[in-house]
């Protein structure tokens, strides 16, 4: 099978050996060239023909910001993945970064831990990452064909009027502001992948079947929903049912959570903006993130979004109408004594991230049982699948993203391969099927 050929840009001579070490010494991955600014990367682009760019954002003549709108003028579905600072000033330049168009991030390994733990931080961090996003190489991971839509929810922009919260991204350099693709298309790089194999794990095994109407479950035609404008034309799966029928508890759903890892910035930059006002239910979010980022990711989804949105506190009463985003580093969960109400820790990481969505899922599962419905967008491995599972136990319901456009269909495509989803779904049609599911059982008229 042919390497993944990857190209390194960083200004720092060091980082660019660490870097290089780690990934070579995988023979999935080759370097194919290394470059100490944007100006000179560009330069070399036509030459090295990499799959993936591994790219720093703080740069000397050429920062990775101007780099990067650059690129996408070039080549719109090349993936890259920006190598930045765990610093608020990192933080702001990703998020900057994933607005323009960048398919990931990694942060860079603290100097303190040694030349060894920085380089096995490389390893495990970016290697997964590299090999999700070009699935085409490696056979790994579920990528998928279609371009996805940058959302103006992640360029810091305001649609109701001036900063009131937190403080304004940093500002681009002008080269990038003429560049910016906020409201176009920028396509990511994916490629298609033979049918995933059956899962293994036998205890899977009974829930490879379709999921079942219960006892308080109807078929309802999928039209148009509550205080939302006609749905958008066809191209999601009704997993249970026949043609547009679909599964839909006579529950009323108290709660919505969200998993979601890898292209979740943008995947939820397009999702809450596109909630209608006023949902008569708590949103609670697990994104995979560092600390800080979740903060400054809050920040700008608020700003563009009609439901207040907040980086979740320990100890938070949950409101309907209000969107919480689990804080980088804790662990979520909800509880109902005395009031529902989140509880953050940072007990042991599960799936090897924290904030883990199956912490977040197995806790409403256990709270709200059938009155439970997740959604699991975009991401890298199976975080959410053992929540998923319990949440249908309960007589929950599930929603998933469909993998042409999913960054990486890992998260949503266990789940869908489980036949544990209510519905798989294209990204732009999630916000009015979540809305008509929370809506049918609080409304006499037609769904």
């Not at 502001?177 to 059956?198: D, L, M, N």
Request: glycine share 10%.
């Amino acid at each position: 099978m042919t390497p993944i050929r990857v190209f390194l840009v960083d200004d720092s001579s060091v980082i660019r050996r660490l870097v290089s070490d780690a990934l070579t010494a995988d023979p999935e991955v080759t370097v194919v060239g290394t470059a100490s600014n944007g100006k000179t990367a560009l330069a070399q682009l036509p030459q090295v023909q990499p799959d993936l760019i591994v790219m720093d954002v703080e740069m000397p003549e050429m920062d990775g910001l101007q780099t990067l709108a650059a690129i996408r003028k070039i080549d719109h579905r090349l993936p890259v993945i920006m190598f930045s600072s765990e610093t608020r000033r990192g933080a702001v330049a990703t998020l900057d970064a994933l607005a323009l168009g960048a398919s990931d991030y990694v942060t860079k390994p603290v100097s303190a831990g040694g030349a060894k733990k920085a380089l096995e931080y490389v390893r495990a961090e970016l290697l997964p990452k590299i090999k999700a996003l070009c699935p085409h190489r490696t056979g790994e991971g579920s990528g998928a064909g279609s371009p996805l839509p940058v959302s103006p929810g992640l360029s810091g922009e305001r649609k109701r009027g001036p900063f009131t919260s937190g403080e304004p991204p940093l500002p681009a350099p002008a080269s990038v502001a003429a560049a910016s693709p906020v409201g176009r298309t920028i396509p990511v790089r994916r490629a298609t992948t033979p049918p995933p194999a059956k899962p293994t794990n036998p205890r899977h095994a009974e829930v490879q079947r379709s999921p079942q109407p219960g006892p308080q479950d109807v078929a309802v035609p999928s039209t148009n929903a509550w205080r939302l404008p006609p749905p958008s034309p066809p191209g999601g799966v009704a997993v249970s049912g026949s043609g547009n029928r679909r599964r839909i508890s006579t529950r009323p759903v108290e709660v919505v959570v969200i998993g979601v890892s890898t292209g979740g910035p943008a995947a939820l930059a397009e999702l809450l903006p596109a909630l209608p006002p006023g949902l008569p239910v708590p949103v609670l979010i697990v994104l995979h993130m560092p600390p800080m980022f979740t903060r400054l990711l809050a920040e700008r989804l608020a700003l563009s979004s009609a439901a207040p949105v907040h980086e979740a506190a320990d100890g938070d009463s949950v409101k309907p109408g209000h969107v919480y985003l689990a804080p980088g580093g804790y662990h979520m969960s909800l509880v109902r004594e005395g009031g529902p109400r989140i509880v953050l820790d940072q007990k042991p990481p599960e799936n090897h991230c924290r904030p883990a969505v199956d912490v977040l899922f197995r806790s409403v599962a256990k709270a709200y049982g059938a009155a439970t419905l997740a959604v699991v967008l975009t991401g890298m491995g199976q975080d959410g699948m053992i929540g998923c599972e319990l949440i249908r136990a309960a007589g929950g319901q599930v929603i998933v993203q469909d993998q042409a456009t999913s960054v990486v269909w890992g998260m949503p495509g266990c789940v869908a391969r489980a036949g544990l989803a209510d519905e798989v779904l294209p990204l732009v049609q999630i916000p009015a099927a979540v809305t008509r599911r929370v809506q049918i059982a609080r409304s006499s008229a037609p769904i």
